[in-house]
Each structure stands twice: as C-alpha cells, then as structure tokens.
C-alpha cells in the first residue's frame, strides 16, 4: 500500500524566513512519482512539481526548491525568502507506475502554512 | 492556458437527492478523474475514467456514484441519494498520460453541501 505522511499540520512563520515542509512516503513500487501540489484559500489545487523515483536531482524554482532523498523516503519542499503569497495548505502525493491504466494519487494530509507579515 | 473547468461551484442540496456535478476537462486529454476533499482533511481519489470506462475506483466510489462522458467533452459526477458525509469538494481532473508521466490538472473544485 501507498501511504505519504505530512507530520506537520500547522506552520507559522514570519515573512523572508526560509520554511521546509517535509513529506514522507511508503511505497513497494520501484517506479513511482512524487508531486506537491499548493492549495491557496480559494480551493483549487495548483501543481507544483512532479519528481520520478530514478531521478535524485534536487529541483530548484525560483524561491522553491525540493530534496529528493530515496534513502529516507522524503520528498521535502523548501520556500525561501518566504512571502504572504505563500500562505496555503501543501500537500504532498505519491504515485505509482500503472500500465494501461491511470495514475491514482495518495495524498498526504496536507501543511497548512501560514506566512505572517 | 487550457485549464479544467468545473460547474456548479457550490451546491447545496438535501440528503437523498440526487447530484450530478460537471467537469470539462482539457480538450486533448484521455485520462479522467474524480477526486474527493472532505472539509479540512486531504484529498482522496475516487475514480479514474479512460476509454470510455471506468479504470479504477476506490472503496468510497460505492453504488451511489457513477461518472460519464455523455458527449466527448463533458465528464459528470452522478451521486443518486445524497447522503451527509458526501459533503465535500469534489475535483475533477485530466492528463495526457495515465503512466505517471502526465502531469494531472486539476479544476477548481465543486463544493457540495449536503443538509
């Protein structure tokens, strides 16, 4: 079974401070993908970036960057500089590799983030 | 930006109704989904539609739902008898790809009140 764990619920930072949300995910598969997504307070999910397992590479976008580490599990996202924009719920997903079938996402719990000015 | 668009943005209907929430997903996409988010908990799949048939469904897609693509651009949610805990913001989704590769696009979101 696919599982993806978000242990914090809650963060609250102030603005320009660096904010890591972490992510944890169970898997027997040997090819999967690994996806954060950004819920604003209007509701809708908003991609952020698909990573798949054989690729360790961290990412950076602009003030977001996200560490890969098959070693542990995580997939951690990282916002630097952070900025009241950023206030939303992240969540985490994880998904296997289906042949001939679509994919399913199993989404963490979700880290509502808060960014104070 | 070609995006998924979802009707109605929020409804609120009485238990035992029936609901049909729309989804026009992205026009050259062949992969459909229905997820589902119960206020403040995470987002949960529900189905998944390719080639005109349901590809997988989870536990919570029991009897009461089912989903179409009545025309070649609509996909439609269908829940027969409402019950209270169907409240929720239901998000459909599409992609290129069902291997993994595809990036998902979800819509807005359509929120259902059940009283």
């Known amino acids: 079974a696919q599982k993806v764990t978000q242990a914090q619920t809650e963060i609250s930072v102030v603005e320009k401070e660096d904010v890591t949300l972490d992510c944890v995910y169970e898997?027997?598969?040997?090819?999967?993908?690994l996806f954060w997504y950004k819920q604003p307070p209007s509701g809708e999910l908003v991609f952020l970036i698909r990573r798949n397992s054989f690729d360790e590479q961290n990412e950076i976008s602009g003030r977001y960057s996200w560490n890969f580490q098959k070693s542990t599990s995580s997939f951690n996202f990282t916002i630097t500089a952070s900025q009241v924009v950023d206030s939303a719920v992240y969540f985490c997903a994880l998904s296997g590799l289906i042949i001939q079938g679509a994919q399913k996402l199993v989404f963490g719990q979700g880290t509502r983030l808060t960014i104070n000015p | 930006e070609p995006e998924v668009t979802q009707t109605p943005s929020h409804q609120v209907t009485q238990m035992g109704q029936e609901v049909i929430l729309r989804c026009v997903p992205i026009?050259?996409?062949?992969?459909f989904y229905w997820y589902r988010q119960i206020l403040g908990q995470k987002v949960e799949f529900l189905v998944s539609f390719y080639n005109n048939e349901i590809s997988e469904k989870s536990e919570i897609f029991d009897d009461q739902f089912s989903v179409e693509r009545p025309d070649g651009s609509n996909f439609t949610l269908k829940i027969r008898s409402t019950k209270l805990e169907d409240s929720a913001m239901y998000f459909c989704a599409s992609s290129t790809s069902g291997s993994g590769t595809g990036e998902l696009f979800f819509g807005e979101g359509s929120r259902l009140t059940v009283l």
């Open positions: 026009s050259n996409h062949l992969y």
């Open positions: 898997t027997r598969d040997t090819t999967y993908y």
